[in-house]
């Protein structure tokens, strides 16, 4: 019989819990989980809630961004990543650490008008009322103004077709600033509504930060870099072919950028931020000259590695659900936060330490050597592995010809005998 999932959105979470139990005839060990990853406080963040769901958390460690020693809480189930962000942040720490620059912290949103017979006359009335559309937004969210933010200044661009973007760059102090922006927008249109005689298409904050750029450098003597058999110049140099690669190559790019994004994402969650909204604005970034490519480069001139990483994190430490999230907030206290450009600094510093790493063992021993102890942990405990079996199944997985599911489940079911 298939439940009733009417009005699910109005049921209590017992009811919501046992309608799910029912439909996927759970059970009642199954349906416990739904109790024991429970948190009252969150039925109040999303809709339908049922339980939380875990994600491992733990610390790296090394890190030092302009001249300051953090303690970096990542949260991630991907085996290694912490490792690797600990190991290229110790590399940099000896080299004195990341340097960063962050010029401007000011989130973006847009508002579309359509179908305009003459966008660049349209676009000229806007112009003419920037301060009053400016006062608009403004008094649509009075408290950020008085907090020393608010709404700084209006651009237009023709997007052709008869569509023009209206954007307003805000201030929004220590949040991430999408709400507060989408009711100033809203305000905003309909003024320029009256304005322009036109009906907006919509009114939406841009994920594409490109008002919220920041960049870390490190400069390391290639010294540094040896690896096993491998020399610290010829390691540095392959760093940069690796760089260069991923500049001229998405296949490459994509997971370049994907290994940054362990970090990013990892710190980003830790810290009660939109991840996606990251995600999104940094892929957009990526490939703001027409072309996919690496969001850090790797340079040397065989004395000195250097690396730079630019990436829009418009981050925040108030706002969304960090105030209710309180592991968001332990993690504010780890690291020993005060601004949101300061949480900004530490994860783009995040990045290009993890993509260190990722190329380091790429041009030399390889990724998968570093992965494999922590990759087959994984596989022996999805195998069934108990604690005590756990370090004589490693020891076997490591020597056997097939490191796969079966093998594991093999050597488990003989030391079980
Ligand atoms: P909020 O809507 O929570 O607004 C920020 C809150 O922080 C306000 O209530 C503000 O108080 C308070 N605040 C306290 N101190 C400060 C300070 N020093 N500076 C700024 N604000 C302060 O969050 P955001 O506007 O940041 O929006 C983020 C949320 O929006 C995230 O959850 C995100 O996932 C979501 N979102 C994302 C979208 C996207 O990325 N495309 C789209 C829509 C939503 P007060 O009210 O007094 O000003």
Redesign the pocket.
């Known amino acids: 019989m298939t439940a009733d999932f009417r009005h699910f959105y109005q049921k209590s979470w017992a009811e919501r819990t046992a309608i799910v139990a029912e439909q996927a005839q759970l059970s009642t060990a199954e349906t416990a989980l739904f109790k024991q990853y429970y948190l009252p406080q969150h039925s109040e963040i999303i809709e339908n809630y049922l339980t939380d769901y875990p994600l491992p958390m733990g610390l790296a460690v090394n890190f030092v961004v302009d001249d300051h020693p953090y303690i970096v809480p990542m949260v991630t189930e991907e085996p290694s990543v912490i490792a690797a962000a600990s190991n290229g942040a110790k590399i940099v720490k000896r080299a004195g650490g990341f340097t960063t620059k962050l010029t401007k912290r000011e989130m973006v949103g847009q508002i579309v008008l359509e179908q305009l017979a003459d966008p660049a006359k349209t676009a000229e009335i806007i112009m003419a009322h920037q301060a009053d559309l400016l006062v608009v937004a403004d008094a649509a969210?009075p408290?950020?103004k008085k907090?020393g933010?608010g709404a700084r200044r209006l651009r237009t661009r023709d997007l052709g077709q008869g569509y023009l973007s209206i954007d307003l760059f805000v201030d929004?102090?220590?949040?991430?600033?999408?709400?507060?922006?989408?009711s100033m927008l809203e305000a905003v249109a309909k003024s320029v509504g009256v304005l322009t005689k036109t009906n907006a298409l919509m009114s939406i904050?841009s994920?594409y930060a490109t008002a919220s750029l920041v960049q870390a450098t490190c400069e390391l003597p290639v010294s540094l870099l040896q690896a096993g058999r491998y020399a610290g110049k010829l390691v540095a140099q392959k760093i940069a072919s690796a760089s260069t690669v991923a500049q001229i190559d998405p296949y490459r790019a994509a997971t370049h950028n994907k290994g940054i994004m362990n970090g990013i994402d990892a710190l980003a969650i830790a810290t009660g931020n939109?991840w996606r909204?990251l995600e999104s604005g940094i892929h957009a970034y990526a490939a703001r000259d027409g072309q996919y490519r690496g969001v850090s480069t790797w340079t040397t001139d065989g004395q000195t590695l250097t690396g730079t990483i630019t990436l829009p994190l418009p981050v925040?430490i108030?706002?969304?659900?960090i105030k209710i999230n309180a592991l968001a907030q332990l993690n504010q206290r780890i690291l020993g936060l005060q601004t949101a450009p300061e949480l900004a600094k530490v994860m783009v510093a995040l990045g290009l330490a993890q993509n260190l790493a990722a190329l380091r063992a790429l041009v030399t021993t390889g990724i998968q050597q570093g992965h494999m102890h922590l990759q087959l942990k994984s596989l022996a405990l999805a195998a069934g592995a108990t604690a005590t079996e756990l370090p004589i199944v490693l020891q076997q997985l490591e020597q056997a010809p097939q490191q796969d599911l079966a093998t594991t489940q093999h050597l488990i079911k003989k030391l079980r005998q």
């Open positions: 969210h408290s950020l907090r933010g929004v102090q220590a949040a991430m600033g999408a709400n507060m922006l989408n904050l994920n939109d909204a925040g108030v706002g969304g659900s």
